[in-house]
């Protein structure tokens, strides 16, 4: 990988107190991005940082930054995060005092993300493992989340849309089961990423997994007050990405795909059956976008 990326927890810091901290205790140096219209992220000298070009409060430190036991971090003030998965989140975005859904919760970094957007509000954040549900739990008293998130050990899919929990919901981020197809954590050794146009055909878990992936959509759609739904995948295949979109539209008249992230450059395959909507979707792969294989959509009601 070309660098290390860390997100600032704003629940218990902020950025310019980061920015702070690295400079005076760890002698950093902060650097400029260079002008350029590619979102691929240059290596950094060492003891450098920057901020990420597209995503607010996200750093870029030099890959071999080592951050264990780091003061920041070990606080919960500093969260290590890759780059693609601070995407979702940010796609939401819900208003101060909203009530949101995050229906698949653990480990817990877009949950924790989307608590320090919100602030002040509340997120019902399911996970149905209880292994999983207690490494949630811990996380998020640690990163001082703790007032704004409620975990529930249950799977969203299986709960009724007439509970009272969910009459004030209108954000949902979905973030589910997926083929991993996009993760390239084998890079650094020569690893071959999956190219973002290559089919999953070959993946017998796929029609599972699309299947999954579309119920949860299609339950989150019918709460009563859901306004916007947030949906990525940290896959590259068209199956989990392009082809739920254009599914759930069919199915979902009353619901349409907006755009989300604008200022992230790298959009949607432009297949004609996907025309009407590759422009408003947004794509990541370390190729274009020094990052995970990731997509991401935006759903509103009509």
Not at 258 to 268: A, I, S, T
Request: overall charge negative; aromatic content about 6%; some cysteine.
């Amino acid at each position: 990988m070309n660098g290390r990326f860390v997100r600032v927890n704003t629940l218990k810091t902020t950025l310019a107190d980061t920015i702070a901290y690295l400079i005076t205790s760890h002698n950093f140096t902060q650097v400029f991005p260079p002008s350029t219209s590619t979102n691929v992220i240059t290596p950094l000298a060492p003891r450098t940082f920057t901020l990420d070009p597209h995503l607010p409060n996200v750093l870029h430190l030099p890959s071999k930054t080592n951050l264990h036991g780091d003061d920041f971090v070990e606080s919960g003030k500093l969260i290590m995060q890759d780059r693609s998965s601070c995407l979702t989140a940010i796609a939401l975005s819900p208003p101060a005092g909203s009530v949101c859904i995050d229906t698949c919760s653990a480990p817990g970094n877009k949950t924790l993300h989307l608590a320090s957007i919100i602030k002040e509000g509340k997120i019902i954040a399911f996970e149905r493992s209880p292994s999983r549900l207690n490494t949630l739990k811990q996380r998020v008293r640690h990163h001082g989340a703790g007032h704004i998130i409620a975990e529930i050990g249950a799977d969203f899919t299986e709960t009724s849309i007439d509970d009272q929990m969910f009459k004030d919901v209108t954000h949902i981020l979905i973030d589910p089961s997926c083929s991993g197809s996009g993760l390239v954590t084998g890079i650094e050794a020569n690893g071959e990423a999956v190219s973002e146009h290559d089919s999953g055909g070959s993946d017998p878990n796929l029609p599972t997994l699309t299947m999954n992936q579309l119920g949860i959509i299609n339950h989150a759609m019918r709460l009563p007050k859901a306004k916007a739904v947030a949906y990525s995948t940290c896959s590259v295949y068209k199956e989990e990405n392009e082809e739920v979109v254009a599914s759930i539209l069919k199915s979902n008249p009353d619901w349409e795909c907006v755009e989300c992230l604008p200022q992230w450059p790298h959009r949607g395959l432009e297949d004609d059956e996907f025309k009407d909507f590759a422009s408003k979707v947004v794509r990541a792969t370390y190729e274009k976008d020094t990052t995970n294989g990731f997509f991401v959509a935006r759903f509103e009601k009509k």
